[in-house]
């Protein structure tokens, strides 16, 4: 067992002996990064995956990726679940990869840092990238940091098409509804569902919505919510000034609708305490009638439905009140180090443009053709090739991402008519969506006494939505809270963050 | 053995047997026996103990090994015991959480929520801490699943069940948390701590994980590990390589709860034999509270064995190897020690005619004759000797004793006819029968019978001759001439022995007998001894036999003379007159012109005869001269000569015609008596008797040798390859070899043996020239051994076959 052990230490010190050795060798080669002699270019990753098991340096597609693109890559997969840590330890010790997925962008270490000039500022150089540049423009704003410039390249997500309402079309079509417009129609729309027998078994065994609230925010009822205040997230611009809707009238209306729908039995009992897979198994079991999710997501149980009813139709609200939330834009964005020399770094501009190619998005989340997917009328179903391979949106699509505007209108599986209809939905939304204007606004103090004041505010609004507290305590609540110190400080902090990103746009 | 003998039977190159007897085969079996057996015997004791010991010794090193994997799991169990005693007593989970409503105070159960995910985090083996509150309709928390309320009825009432029992914590080895479900181990923990309980926390054990934790505590990868509950129900079940068959762990577990059932609890190990595989199986028991459950684990034994059983099979196949390559080197090494051997028996065989030519016959004939045995009830006395297989060194002592008995009857004959060989000889000699020998060849003859004779010796003979007495004085009859010369032989023999050392006595049988004395030359006194050694002889005759005894003696200069003085001592007898009972006469003492009273040269016609016996007309020629010249000496009237040469003549036509030779006799004696000249009568006796005589046998001879000569080559052509020894051929053909010999000599002018030898390799050479057979084969074809052949052949040709064949075809 020992000589076993020395083995293997003798085994590691020699690969590392050798590692420090070719490092040594590559940074030596060239002053600029970039092989001169047309070699492929050394590019060191870290990126998260999603899939069960990250792909290998051996993998297919990463080969073939490294062959179109004359590279050779050196990725660090790292698991969701740690990715925050890996992240805080590989910044603080300096050591960082040529690129670096960062998942929180505006972490207060990273803000530091991008303040010291640990990173490139790529503002300049993006409209040299005709792909990189395809990606939508709140991307991009919304990834500029404190002082108004672009370190990193976003992750790019669509921003139309995120958690909004959806609901069960077939009942209403089965109770000679219309879809709802507006809050007043939901409620009564919700009441239709509990009460009057929509999925007609001759039972009372159905209720209208179903969901949860966090212990720190609103949850599966935020839609409701910002219908209501008309607001994505807790600040409302008015005036040019960032209010927290928690002291606008809206908000109560919103929760006196609220505990009137709890009161009636129109939302989930058990809504402070249920969980996640619940609400899923509810929906999949026709007991509820609507919910909140992504456009997309709204097909799962609908798929579950269908099984034992053809007809089962959720349909994603295209707005409520006027209203849908843009999103952001982005999950994380990739850094470039200063310590990479500037041409290397323009190849890595370079790189990740073709990452978000139709050629190179393609490859990255799909694979090759003919072995990974088959493509019809614009639909690409994987193989089970894909998965051996591990070939996939959720690992190399990760890093390398073609922006699409309907991502969040599809998921394997579904019927080219349910993807028509949410691509025009996602399309209806664009038009009307509101973004968060609070993201990526620092607050000091938002950081250190948020989430304890967050959680105080939820408390009441669970309380008041439970019915275990009157809503004119609401009222006395929202008149401490216009004097809360804490509060008062944050929205000062955030308006001059504010002020000053929009005075440098 | 007997199967050894079929399986020698199957061998090739057993045909060629015949050469090879019972001694070859048997050493050759001892060979293979002595290189094979030892390496079989390592072999088989290395399996046997070498799996005896292997199997020990991993039952003892699993026995350990099992004690430490079910340590382990016992610890995996124990902790989660233990924590589960210690959440329980956890105030998050008091004796107020029976009436708490849940929904309302999300609090508190958003507590509960984190409080089971942190159980699951410490146990990364718990596949879910659940919380059971025991009501009407109970709940059931969990950090995933949320509040689950369970409907009042049959599932409601499993839930109640569970906290009913009396049990504070217990485990439940298959617990469905839905209908659907499949059975999932479960430490069920009562709530609270203490006092009433109000539910229970419920800590499943994910199984996958489980099967792991045992797949790692597992010593073998190739084994199956079990963890069977109390009611024998497996809890986990890894199975990898082992028989994908019920009844294997039907009849594992039966010996378990034999084992466990007879109080061996705790951990032990056994031999677990099924379908002719043998495992180790090895268990220990553990106490958990309340249930006792078994872990076990079973492992196939062959893989550890393999390495012994691969040994000791590739032990015994080199041992078989050996086996047959000993078989070759003892083949090879059994035929070189064999030859000398075999070559003994061949050439004794070919000695005696015997073991060669017998022995093969009588080994390869006892089958069929053992098969002809019962109904032949003729050979069973045969049978009984013949089945005894040929064995060499058996037939080469039987050929040697033979020999030996040969050899000794041989020489029992030779002693038998020696003395009447001799007195034979002498007795010939005596009469002149060998006077065509010279005296140094008759002196060796002599010697050889043991009678010596130095060079210048004189010889004293005295010819005694007795006589019937008148009657009332002697006891034997006129008839008993013979027994009288035996008598009066002997009698003079045991007188002369008295006083002569190589005196020889001659007896005649017609009643003379003739005694002979060596003398020195020129020892006078000698002869005055004689003389009186005669007269006392005479005497001694006269008065034991009390026959009539006369004697006389003379005196030869040496041996060639002796025939003759016979005859003029028997002449001088025949001049005694009968009435003289006793008398003895000294030949030198009688005046020559007496000697005898005839002129017939009886010496000199004698040897004629003999030499127109033999055929030999030259030198009979010769003697007719030599008789004549005599005769016309001696005779003084011409009547006289007449007489003589007519009684020649006579003789002569008896001679010629008792050899078969019938001459002219008409007109022969007349013409004779008108011859006076001696001369003349010699010519004519030579050119009408001794040359017509001599003309006609040789024709006859001629003749007869042609044909027989012919005769014999007829034979010989037609079956050249027998065994023609010219003994044998003489023999086949009634004939002397002499004559045999002679004949072909005068036919072909070779001789027999060198006609046969011409007329084989005659055979042999068109056999080499047309045929593709071996030298071997032709060898054996014209009836020579193949060495002989090749030697005899390259002295003949000056090159062997093979060159001789190449040259003629090439």
């Known amino acids: 067992m020992s000589k076993k052990r020395t083995g293997i230490r003798a085994l590691l010190a020699a690969v590392a002996t050798l590692s420090l050795l070719t490092a040594a060798c590559g940074s030596g080669n060239s002053a600029s990064g970039v092989p001169e002699d047309g070699s492929p270019l050394p590019v060191s990753i870290m990126s998260m995956y999603f899939t069960p098991e990250p792909p290998g340096p051996d993998n297919v597609v990463v080969q073939e990726f490294e062959k179109r693109t004359n590279t050779d890559l050196n990725i660090t997969w790292v698991s969701p679940n740690s990715y925050g840590d890996k992240v805080n330890v590989t910044l603080a010790s300096g050591d960082m990869p040529d690129l670096m997925l960062v998942d929180d962008a505006f972490s207060a270490q990273l803000r530091t840092m991008v303040q010291q000039g640990a990173f490139w500022d790529l503002t300049s150089y993006i409209d040299d990238y005709p792909n990189l540049k395809k990606?939508?423009?709140?991307?991009?704003?919304?990834?500029?940091?404190?002082?108004?410039?672009?370190?990193?390249?976003?992750?790019?997500?669509?921003?139309?098409?995120?958690?909004?309402?959806?609901?069960?079309?077939?009942?209403?079509?089965?109770?000679?509804?219309?879809?709802?417009?507006?809050?007043?129609?939901?409620?009564?729309?919700?009441?239709?569902?509990?009460?009057?027998?929509?999925?007609?078994?001759?039972?009372?065994?159905?209720?209208?919505?179903?969901?949860?609230?966090?212990?720190?925010n609103m949850g599966s009822y935020s839609g409701i919510v910002s219908a209501f205040t008309q607001s994505n997230g807790d600040w409302k611009d008015v005036d040019g000034k960032l209010v927290n809707v928690n002291l606008l009238p809206e908000m109560r209306d919103a929760l006196e609708w609220l505990s009137n729908a709890y009161a009636d039995g129109l939302i989930s009992e058990d809504l402070a305490v249920l969980k996640e897979s619940q609400t899923k198994d509810q929906l999949n079991a026709g007991r509820a009638g609507a919910s909140q999710n992504t456009v997309e997501a709204s097909w799962e149980p609908t798929e579950a439905q269908r099984k034992s009813n053809p007809d089962a139709d959720f349909l994603p609200l295209v707005s409520l009140n006027g209203y849908v939330n843009k999103d952001g834009g982005f999950f994380g964005m990739f850094l470039i180090p200063k310590s990479v020399p500037e041409n290397k770094m323009k190849k890595l501009l370079e790189l990740m443009d073709y990452g978000a190619s139709e050629e190179g998005g393609t490859l990255a989340s799909y694979g090759l053709e003919g072995v990974h997917y088959t493509e019809e009328n614009g639909i690409k179903t994987v193989t089970e090739q894909a998965k051996t391979d591990i070939v996939a949106s959720q690992?190399?699509?990760?890093?390398?991402?073609?922006?699409?505007?309907?991502?969040?209108?599809?998921?394997?599986?579904?019927?080219?008519?349910?993807?028509?209809?949410?691509?025009?939905?996602?399309?209806?939304?664009?038009?009307?969506?509101?973004?968060?204007?609070?993201?990526?606004?620092?607050?000091?103090?938002?950081?250190?006494?948020?989430?304890e004041l967050a959680k105080d505010i939820q408390d009441i609004k669970t309380k008041i939505v439970l019915g275990k507290l009157p809503l004119s305590a609401w009222d006395e609540f929202v008149e401490k809270l216009k004097t809360h110190t804490d509060l008062q400080k944050i929205t000062e902090e955030l308006n001059e963050a504010y002020a000053k990103r929009q005075s440098a746009s | 053995m007997a199967s050894i003998r079929e399986w020698a039977k199957k061998l090739p190159g057993r045909r060629s047997r015949e050469g090879r007897g019972r001694f070859y085969r048997y050493s050759l079996i001892l060979?293979?026996?002595?290189?094979?057996?030892?390496?079989?015997?390592?072999?088989?004791?290395?399996?046997?103990?070498?799996?005896?010991?292997?199997?020990?010794?991993?039952?003892?090193?699993?026995?350990?090994?099992?004690?430490?994997?079910?340590?382990?799991?016992?610890?995996?169990?124990?902790?989660?015991?233990?924590?589960?005693?210690?959440?329980?007593?956890?105030?998050?989970?008091?004796?107020?959480?029976?009436?708490?409503?849940?929904?309302?105070?999300?609090?508190?159960?958003?507590?509960?929520?984190?409080?089971?995910?942190?159980?699951?985090?410490?146990?990364?083996?718990?596949?879910?801490?659940?919380?059971?509150?025991?009501?009407?309709?109970?709940?059931?928390?969990?950090?995933?699943?949320?509040?689950?309320?369970?409907?009042?009825?049959?599932?409601?009432?499993?839930?109640?069940?569970?906290?009913?029992?009396?049990?504070?914590?217990?485990?439940?080895?298959?617990?469905?948390?839905?209908?659907?479900?499949?059975?999932?181990?479960?430490?069920?923990?009562?709530?609270?701590?203490?006092?009433?309980?109000?539910?229970?926390?419920?800590?499943?054990?994910?199984?996958m994980k489980l099967e792991t934790f045992v797949r790692e505590a597992a010593f073998d990868e190739k084994g199956s590990s079990y963890l069977y509950a109390e009611n024998g129900q497996p809890i986990i079940r890894v199975s990898e390589g082992m028989p994908e068959d019920q009844r294997f762990e039907q009849t594992l577990r039966q010996q378990l709860d034999d084992r466990i059932d007879a109080g061996a609890s705790g951990s032990d190990s056994y031999l677990f034999k099924w379908q002719g595989q043998t495992y180790s199986a090895s268990y220990s028991t553990l106490e958990r509270s309340g249930t006792v459950w078994t872990y076990a684990t079973v492992s196939p034994l062959e893989a550890l064995t393999r390495p012994v059983v691969l040994l000791s099979r590739s032990l015994l196949s080199v041992s078989l190897a050996g086996m047959g390559l000993a078989l070759v080197l003892a083949w090879f090494a059994s035929r070189r020690l064999h030859r000398p051997i075999r070559q003994l028996a061949e050439a004794l065989g070919e000695a005696d005619g015997f073991a060669g030519h017998v022995s093969p016959e009588t080994a390869s004939s006892g089958k069929r004759r053992s098969a002809m045995a019962d109904a032949d009830g003729l050979f069973s006395n045969r049978v009984s000797s013949d089945v005894l297989p040929y064995d060499e060194l058996r037939s080469i002592e039987n050929s040697w004793k033979g020999l030996a008995d040969a050899k000794r009857e041989a020489e029992r004959r030779l002693e038998q006819t020696y003395p009447e060989l001799r007195a034979g000889f002498l007795l010939q000699w005596m009469q002149g029968h060998y006077r065509s020998l010279r005296e140094g060849g008759l002196l060796s003859r002599l010697e050889r019978f043991g009678w010596r004779l130095e060079q210048g010796e004189r010889l004293a003979v005295f010819l005694l001759r007795v006589g019937v007495l008148s009657p009332p004085e002697s006891q034997f009859r006129e008839e008993d001439e013979l027994l009288m010369t035996f008598a009066a032989a002997n009698v003079a023999r045991e007188f002369i022995d008295g006083c002569c050392e190589r005196a020889e006595i001659v007896n005649f049988h017609d009643g003379s007998v003739a005694v002979l004395v060596p003398i020195a030359e020129t020892d006078i006194g000698e002869k005055a001894a004689m003389k009186k050694t005669s007269h006392d002889m005479a005497d001694t005759l006269r008065a034991v036999l009390r026959l009539r005894t006369v004697l006389c003696t003379g005196e030869a200069a040496g041996i060639m003379d002796v025939p003759e003085l016979l005859q003029a001592l028997r002449s001088a007898l025949r001049g005694i007159p009968a009435t003289e009972s006793c008398r003895v006469l000294h030949l030198d003492e009688l005046l020559p012109g007496t000697v005898g009273g005839t002129a017939y040269p009886f010496a000199l016609e004698k040897e004629l005869l003999q030499e127109i016996r033999l055929g030999r007309t030259d030198e009979a020629a010769r003697l007719v001269r030599e008789f004549v010249v005599r005769l016309s000496e001696r005779t003084s009237s011409e009547s006289e000569l007449h007489e003589g040469t007519l009684q020649l003549l006579g003789s002569l036509l008896h001679v010629a015609l008792e050899n078969g030779v019938r001459l002219e006799a008409a007109g022969l004696y007349e013409r004779l008596l008108e011859l006076r000249r001696p001369e003349a009568v010699v010519d004519f006796l030579r050119s009408r008797v001794l040359e017509p005589y001599g003309q006609e046998l040789e024709k006859r001879q001629g003749i007869e040798a042609d044909r027989l000569a012919e005769k014999v080559r007829d034979e010989l052509e037609h079956d050249y390859t027998a065994d023609f020894s010219l003994e044998r051929c003489a023999e086949r053909f009634g004939v002397s070899p002499y004559t045999l010999s002679r004949s072909f000599k005068q036919t072909y002018n070779q001789t027999f043996v060198d006609y046969v030898m011409n007329l084989r390799l005659e055979r042999a050479r068109e056999l080499l020239r047309t045929t593709d057979l071996k030298v071997n084969e032709i060898a054996e074809a014209v009836g020579y051994r193949p060495s002989y052949f090749i030697r005899l052949f390259r002295k003949q040709e000056g090159m062997t076959p093979g060159q001789y064949r190449t040259e003629k075809s090439g």
């Open chain 1, 135 to 216: 990606f939508p423009e709140a991307s991009w704003i919304n990834t500029k940091q404190a002082d108004g410039q672009n370190y990193g390249i976003p992750r790019v997500r669509p921003v139309d098409g995120g958690s909004f309402l959806f609901l069960r079309k077939d009942w209403l079509d089965n109770l000679n509804m219309d879809v709802p417009q507006s809050t007043d129609e939901l409620y009564e729309t919700l009441r239709a569902f509990t009460e009057d027998d929509p999925d007609g078994n001759g039972q009372n065994d159905t209720i209208g919505f179903t969901g949860l609230v966090t212990q720190s």
């Open chain 2, 31 to 207: 060979a293979l026996c002595m290189a094979s057996i030892p390496t079989a015997v390592i072999a088989l004791s290395s399996y046997a103990l070498g799996t005896a010991h292997v199997e020990r010794q991993v039952m003892n090193s699993h026995r350990t090994l099992v004690e430490r994997s079910s340590a382990r799991l016992d610890d995996l169990f124990t902790q989660l015991e233990l924590s589960a005693s210690q959440w329980s007593l956890d105030p998050r989970l008091g004796a107020d959480l029976k009436r708490a409503n849940l929904t309302l105070e999300y609090d508190r159960t958003n507590e509960l929520y984190s409080f089971l995910g942190l159980m699951k985090a410490t146990y990364p083996r718990l596949e879910e801490a659940r919380l059971l509150l025991n009501r009407s309709e109970p709940l059931l928390l969990s950090e995933w699943g949320g509040v689950q309320r369970i409907p009042f009825g049959e599932e409601s009432k499993r839930f109640q069940n569970l906290v009913e029992d009396k049990r504070d914590m217990y485990w439940t080895e298959d617990f469905h948390w839905t209908a659907s479900d499949a059975g999932s181990v479960v430490l069920v923990r009562k709530l609270p701590g203490y006092g009433p309980s109000y539910g229970a926390l419920l800590l499943s054990l994910n199984r």
């Open chain 1, 395 to 451: 690992a190399l699509g990760q890093i390398f991402i073609q922006y699409d505007k309907y991502l969040r209108a599809y998921r394997s599986g579904m019927p080219q008519d349910v993807f028509e209809r949410n691509k025009k939905i996602v399309d209806e939304r664009e038009k009307i969506s509101l973004p968060d204007k609070a993201i990526g606004l620092y607050s000091e103090t938002n950081v250190s006494a948020g989430p």
